[in-house]
């Protein structure tokens, strides 16, 4: 929402949230244990590295032993984990290492941002505790600030149903040589799908998460699978969040049941909470607050920007007073309302700023969701969906219209939510043929998540010139090769539900020409 004087309600309900969870800030809150004699390997969610910069990488894992099987391990009390960096793969070369605390305030999580490094170039990683050691992981830096870099491989993935579809997807990524993997949202899900278990035979086999034990559980299922494990211990992520994380369809302070906002923020400081507990972060969330939104740089090829779409947007235009979900409206004046942001105000500026000082050739937003417009003509006029940037027309604008006041070229959106694979032309005036095109989009599919039939996408395509490419029938991910010349996208799809021995193909391939802003066919 636009900012207001003074202090807003939603303000003082997210300060007295946290001043009472100031427990949570991750400070030890029980004594420190020696580390167990395992019965069996803690380290049973894998590990995991993010956020690469020249002279760092954040190192993860979190231990989840079967209480029942371990005599020796207190749940309540702190544990001592140990990290090991090589320069090699055959880890004969020790870089790094130090020791750590588990402790039960986090989850038995741990992390660290090892600095220090060398830009541009591999590591590998293990954790220990206790005489058990955890898998290899292979991780790497970004290249040093302003050097010449070749290349850009990333792997664009985001909605993983757990319930609705295998994580194979995750297979073929940790298979490919790939820089990063960006993973924009959707990496749990919080409901469930009880239609697709018959077929997957995958239950998230618990209720609905609304706190902190249950988010972590959530959380920890969804880190079991081995075909996950293994994307993250190949690759580094970079990563931000959605919806589904806390609920579908959040805007800010409310969910979609209208629940009292304190209530609603103490729900989601438990989802942030998880989220970051399971995920290779650097800065926790304070309550229900995150700093999500982030920058990072490949050389002088590419800078690319984390969107945080959900914490800081408006409330949705003309909600339903019953359920306030994303939907379809028509002559619903609020959209217009020149005030409404998606980013929110200090988002907005951040990334305005920071695309008219980029020095990458590349500027890659990393979007929770589809940018180009997807609304569909019918005799009662235009119907908007308000969860995505349609909903919020004026923010869209704004955010093009300063690429465009700044001749900014090669900005190219990454996008996911949509639980569909498309490539769209972003105009000033979305499907005007008179506005120019400014800036590209690419969506990466759902690794899971159910899609809307060919149908459906064939009525917005006719609807809505700008997007040359829109498939929903299939799952899978999308492989973008970058260089200066140009950014080439391999759309990676399977039939829908996903198997767990499925095999992908290429849907389609696009590109974006450097210089020239808009979708070709490759």
């Known amino acids: 929402m636009p900012p207001t004087p003074g202090l807003r309600r939603r303000d003082l309900n997210r300060t007295a949230l946290w001043l009472a969870l100031g427990a949570w800030s991750g400070a030890p809150l029980a004594r420190a244990d020696g580390a167990p004699r395992w019965q069996r390997n803690p380290f049973t969610l894998g590990v995991a590295s993010g956020q690469p910069r020249p002279d760092s990488v954040v190192l993860w894992t979190r231990l989840a ?45 741990v992390r660290v941002k090892v600095e220090g490094l060398a830009p541009g170039r591999p590591y ?38 757990w319930e609705q579809g295998f994580f194979a997807a995750h297979r073929e990524i940790a298979q490919r040589d790939v820089d990063v993997v960006l993973f924009v949202g959707d990496y749990i899900y919080e409901g469930s799908s ?29 880190k079991s699978d081995a075909d996950l494990q293994a994307a993250h211990a190949a690759h580094p992520w970079i990563v931000t969040l959605d919806d589904h994380e806390v609920v579908n369809d959040y805007a800010d302070d409310r969910d979609p049941a209208w629940t009292d906002p304190a209530r609603f923020l103490q729900r989601r400081a438990a989802a942030y909470r998880a989220y970051f507990e399971h995920l290779p972060l650097a800065v926790p969330p304070q309550g229900p607050t995150m700093r999500i939104h982030d920058r990072f740089a490949w050389g002088r090829l590419a800078d690319l920007w984390t969107l945080d779409t959900r914490q ?61 417009a997807t609304g569909i003509d019918t005799p009662d006029g235009r119907q908007t969906w308000t969860d995505g940037w349609d909903g919020y027309p004026a923010a869209r604008r704004r955010l093009l219209q300063g690429v465009a006041d700044a001749g900014i070229a090669n900005v190219v959106s990454l996008g996911g939510d949509v639980h569909r694979h498309a490539a769209a032309n972003l105009r000033m005036v979305p499907n005007d043929v008179a506005s120019p095109i400014v800036a590209s989009e690419l ?27 829109a498939r929903g029938d299939e799952r899978g991910w999308a492989l973008l090769d970058i260089t200066a010349d140009a950014l080439r996208c391999e759309m990676r799809t399977t039939p829908h539900p996903v198997a767990a021995n499925a095999v992908f193909g290429t849907q389609a391939t696009f590109a974006v020409q450097a210089g020239r802003a808009g979708i070709e066919s490759a």
Not at 67 to 95: H, K
Not at 334 to 353: I, K
Not at 445 to 466: F, K, Y
Request: a positive charge; charged letters at 20%.
């Open 194 to 222: 009880p239609a697709y278990t018959a077929q997957t035979g995958r239950t998230h086999g618990s209720s609905t998460p609304h706190t902190l034990a249950q988010y972590r559980a959530r959380h920890a299922l969804y």
């Open 312 to 372: 800081h947007r408006s409330h949705h235009a003309c909600p339903d007073p019953q359920r306030d979900v994303g939907r379809s409206v028509a002559a619903c004046a609020e959209l217009q309302d020149a005030s409404r942001t998606m980013l929110g105000a200090e988002q907005e500026q951040w990334l305005a700023q920071g695309l008219k000082g980029a020095t990458g050739r590349w500027k890659l937003l990393g979007n929770p969701t589809q940018v180009s």
């Open 65 to 109: 032993p079967d209480a029942a099987a371990e005599p020796g391990w207190n749940a309540d009390a702190g544990c001592p984990v140990r990290y090991e960096l090589f320069g090699d793969e055959a880890l004969r070369r020790p870089v790094r290492n130090g020791d750590l605390m588990a402790w039960p305030s986090l989850g038995h999580s």
């Open 124 to 161: 590998w990683y293990r954790f220990s505790c206790g005489g058990a050691v955890s898998t290899t992981g292979r991780t790497r830096t970004a290249p040093a600030a302003g050097a010449e870099v070749a290349r850009l491989r990333i792997a664009l993935a985001s909605c993983q149903h």
């Open 443 to 469: 969506v990466g599919g759902s690794l899971t998540s159910r899609g809307a039939s060919q149908g459906a996408m064939a009525r917005m395509r006719r609807d809505n010139p700008d997007v040359l490419h």
